[in-house]
């Protein structure tokens, strides 16, 4: 069985972000003063009294509203309390009870689930906590005054939580979950995509570039493997950043690049490689990520002899660095090659946590260097002792030479083309760390 799930609910601008992210421990998700600027739900992994839960952040339901963001905040609430084993339904104890709360309220007793209602803003506890008895008329059980900002009575909600608890059973073992960061531009299809894989409405879809403001997290697993599925709000270009909102946003999608195993870079079939598609693979590139390019939109492409491979051409000719990632084509749309996905995502993450042996490696090394010796510079050649493999993840070489000036850049990707050759390294960055030893050290 997996961790129980505890899901945040309650209407917008009461605090459930600043309660999450105590609980989180970190800030994940964007705390405003603006309401509904948490519009999907977001996850956490956490822990109380030894126990591990998954914490789910949601946009605030306002029940009333025809707005179409928060129409869909709502049904991603709803969909949240569908999936939640506990709900935490968060209030304002400043604003007492409200109609929305009300509203709220008889939503979450249908769902039959156990509610633990927490009074937030109670700054003041002692003044602060007199207030709390009006929220009894709301029917769903003790009310617990709490401060989210200043950590004031969140031990007893966690603990109120705790006893909701399924039994335990063994956890499963993340591990062996492959993360995949979804990332692109704004409005290429990344949520799309998403929704297609899990067959549910996960992340608010919309033609509103940008729609997607957080990073969110979406377990899966069929018969090819377990998956994390990370949803980035689409990269902007600095110049269009001029919210705090958006540069927040912005900041968790490269937060989400550095949690991934691998990075599934999304571009727009009829737009083609962007300016700032180049800026978006740069950070998974650099980040020594994993990396697929996905074209989306494919089947909206009028197609005749050699389209694809031109297309193909056009891509790598315009990411030049990145001529080690696998391309595939898809509609995310129709589902057309999604689920070809999963092995390429497997063996690029395979191929990212590759470990090569020391001598297998030397051996290639030499190999190398007979075909193409070292170059020289003033009479002074390049002379490579060995190397050896120092990380995964990407894979990482560190190679002892005599003088680290003589080894050249051009040299490097030579020898990286030719571990390529030989491993395989598919998908991923290969990253050489240059040392100098003196030449006695490897005398017999």
């Not at 195993?261 to 740069?282: R, S």
Request: charged content about 25%; some cysteine.
């Amino acid at each position: 069985m997996s961790k129980p799930i505890v899901a945040i609910i309650g209407k917008p601008n009461v605090g459930k972000s600043t309660f999450f992210n105590y609980l989180a421990g970190s800030r994940i998700s964007i705390v405003e003063d603006t309401p509904g600027v948490t519009r999907d739900r977001i996850y956490a992994e956490t822990n109380w009294r030894g126990r591990s839960f998954t914490l789910i952040d949601t946009g605030g339901i306002e029940p009333e509203s025809e707005d179409m963001i928060v129409s869909q905040m709502r049904e991603q609430a709803n969909l949240a309390i569908e999936m939640a084993d506990v709900i935490i339904f968060l209030t304002d104890v400043r604003q007492g009870v409200t109609a929305a709360d009300t509203e709220i309220a008889l939503l979450l007793k249908k769902s039959k689930k156990p509610i633990v209602l927490v009074c937030n803003k109670a700054d003041n506890y002692e003044k602060d906590r007199q207030g709390i008895y009006e929220f009894y008329n709301l029917g769903v059980g003790e009310p617990y005054a709490v401060s989210a900002s200043h950590a004031i009575g969140i031990g007893d909600v966690l603990d109120a939580v705790y006893e909701h608890f399924p039994e335990k059973h063994a956890e499963e073992n993340e591990e062996d979950r492959i993360k995949v960061a979804v990332i692109g531009k704004p409005n290429v299809g990344k949520s799309s995509l998403i929704n297609k894989i899990l067959g549910e409405n996960r992340s608010i879809v919309s033609n509103m570039a940008g729609t997607t403001r957080d990073a969110i997290d979406s377990q899966f697993e069929n018969e090819k493997g377990k998956y994390t599925f990370i949803d980035t709000a689409g990269i902007r270009r600095k110049s269009k950043v001029d919210e705090k909102i958006e540069k927040y946003s912005v900041m968790r999608s490269l937060l989400a690049v550095e949690r991934a195993d691998v990075c599934l870079l999304m571009i727009d079939a009829k737009e083609g490689v962007t300016e700032q598609d180049t800026k978006v693979a740069g950070e998974a590139h650099e980040a020594g990520k994993g990396i697929i390019i996905v074209i989306n939109k494919w089947d909206e492409i009028e197609k005749g002899t050699g389209t694809l491979e031109a297309y193909k051409k056009q891509v790598y000719a315009k990411l030049a660095y990145l001529t080690y990632a696998p391309m595939i084509f898809i509609s995310a749309k129709t589902g057309q090659r999604v689920e070809k996905l999963f092995e390429m995502i497997n063996e690029v993450a395979r191929q990212n946590a590759m470990r090569v042996s020391t001598s297998t490696l030397n051996q290639v090394i030499n190999e190398a260097i007979a075909i193409v010796q070292p170059p020289t510079d003033k009479g002074k050649r390049l002379k490579i002792f060995y190397g050896t493999q120092a990380s995964t993840k990407p894979p990482t070489f560190v190679i002892f030479v005599n003088q680290k000036q003589l080894f050249h850049f051009s040299y490097e990707r030579y020898l990286i083309n030719q571990f390529r050759k030989e491993f395989g390294l598919q998908g991923t960055p290969v990253r050489i760390i240059v040392r100098e030893k003196m030449e006695k050290e490897f005398e017999p």
